[in-house]
T-cell receptor, first 113, second 111 residues
Framework: DADVTQTPRNRITKTGKRIMLECSQT?????MYWYRQDPGLGLQLIYY???????NKGEISDGYSVSRQAQAKFSLSLESAIPNQTALYFC????????????FGPGTRLTVL | GQQVMQIPQYQHVQEGEDFTTYCNSS?????IQWYKQRPGGHPVFLIQ?????EVKKQKRLTFQFGEAKKNSSLHITATQTTDVGTYFC???????????FGRGTSLIVHP
């Protein structure tokens, strides 16, 4: 869905570096999510936000932080990247008001050397 | 947290054969969603099931929600190469609206 964009699409970095992944949406959705995908492990929820002033930890938030700069923008930061954070990262949005049908961005492939 | 098991992890089929993936939960579910992720792509919403025993169809895809709302299945009739991808179930339970994704079943269709 072009309505949800992620930058960068690919990133290679070194251990200890600070990395920010950005997500923008034009769907007008209040809810935004960050997921991590590792082969064979499905999608694991890192953080989610129901509106600009609401930030919640997901199941694997350690080592990550987020910022909801506006309704349309939700960024994920790795303060000090480590190799086991090498993964595919997806941002998703949902309208809210019921069970969340999620709309995913194209993903960011992050490699930490 | 909610435990969701999806089986099988992988399935190889010849084009034209049927395919089924199962999603089993240890707890009663409020609803369940299914997503498809093509190789190199992102998950895309397919359908949501809410009612006990519900059955929904999308062309060759049939989705079922168990009577006890603890399991669900996705069945594809006469697979095609365009069906290749990973299928995820994503249920919600309790008062949460956030789906929990299973590990997925990867479907490989051989022409």
């Amino acid at each position: 869905d072009a309505d949800v964009t992620q930058t960068p699409r690919n990133r290679i970095t070194k251990t200890g570096k600070r990395i920010m992944l950005e997500c923008s949406q034009t769907k007008g959705h209040d809810r935004m999510y960050w997921y991590r995908q590792d082969p064979g492990l499905g999608l694991q929820l890192i953080y989610y936000s129901f509106d600009v002033k609401d930030i919640n930890k997901g199941e694997i938030s350690d080592g990550y932080s987020v910022s909801r700069q506006a309704q349309a923008k939700f960024s994920l930061s790795l303060e000090s990247a480590i190799p086991n954070q090498t993964a595919l990262y997806f941002c998703a949005t949902a309208l809210g008001g019921g069970p969340d049908t999620q709309y995913f961005g194209p993903g960011t492939r992050l490699t930490v050397l | 947290g909610q435990q969701v098991m999806q089986i099988p992890q992988y399935q190889h089929v010849q084009e034209g054969e049927d395919f089924t993936t199962y999603c089993n939960s240890s707890t009663t579910l409020s609803n369940i969603q299914w997503y498809k992720q093509r190789p190199g792509g992102h998950p895309v919403f397919l359908i949501q099931l809410v009612k006990s025993g519900e059955v929904k169809k999308q062309k060759r895809l049939t989705f079922q929600f168990g009577e006890a709302k603890k399991n669900s299945s996705l069945h594809i009739t006469a697979t095609q190469t365009t069906d290749v991808g990973t299928y995820f179930c994503a249920p919600t339970s309790g008062g949460s609206y956030i789906p929990t994704f299973g590990r997925g079943t990867s479907l490989i269709v051989h022409p």
